[in-house]
């Protein structure tokens, strides 16, 4: 079975940063894409960055561009997203998402598999 256990979110203040992991099993990251995604209350879930190629390409939410990165380990299995200058409008819960269907990266319906989220609020 496919699994992404995500880890790392919490309570900063605007201006912080948090670093988001996401661990998976049954599936490797290699050369595959890898999204994080977020959802606040009464949104729509959004897609906010996603790693190609073993890392060679990303792609950013004009949204988080310049203050978020996101990178993976493909020893560890693991994706990362870096935060930084963290602002109140960034408050979500954050999921990790694989098994890519092919079309718009940032479209959560073209994703097979989801972890369980880890929140991030920031006041």
């Known amino acids: 079975d496919v699994q992404l256990v995500e880890s790392g979110g919490g309570s900063v203040q605007a201006g912080g940063s948090l670093r988001l992991s996401c661990a998976a099993s049954?599936?490797?990251?290699?050369?595959?894409?890898m999204t994080w995604f977020r959802q606040a209350p009464g949104k729509e879930r959004e897609g906010v960055a996603a790693?190609?190629?073993?890392?060679?390409?990303?792609y950013y939410a004009d949204s988080v561009k310049g203050r978020f990165t996101i990178a993976q380990d493909n020893a560890k299995n693991t994706v990362y997203l870096q935060m930084n200058s963290l602002k109140p409008e960034d408050t979500a819960m954050y999921y990790c998402?694989?098994?890519?269907?092919?079309?718009?990266?940032?479209?959560?319906?073209?994703?097979?598999?989801w972890g369980q989220g880890t929140q991030v609020t920031v006041s």
């Open positions: 998402a694989a098994g890519w269907l092919g079309g718009r990266w940032s479209a959560s319906s073209r994703y097979s598999y």
């Open positions: 049954g599936y490797t990251i290699s050369g595959t894409i």
């Open positions: 790693i190609y190629r073993g890392g060679e390409g990303t």
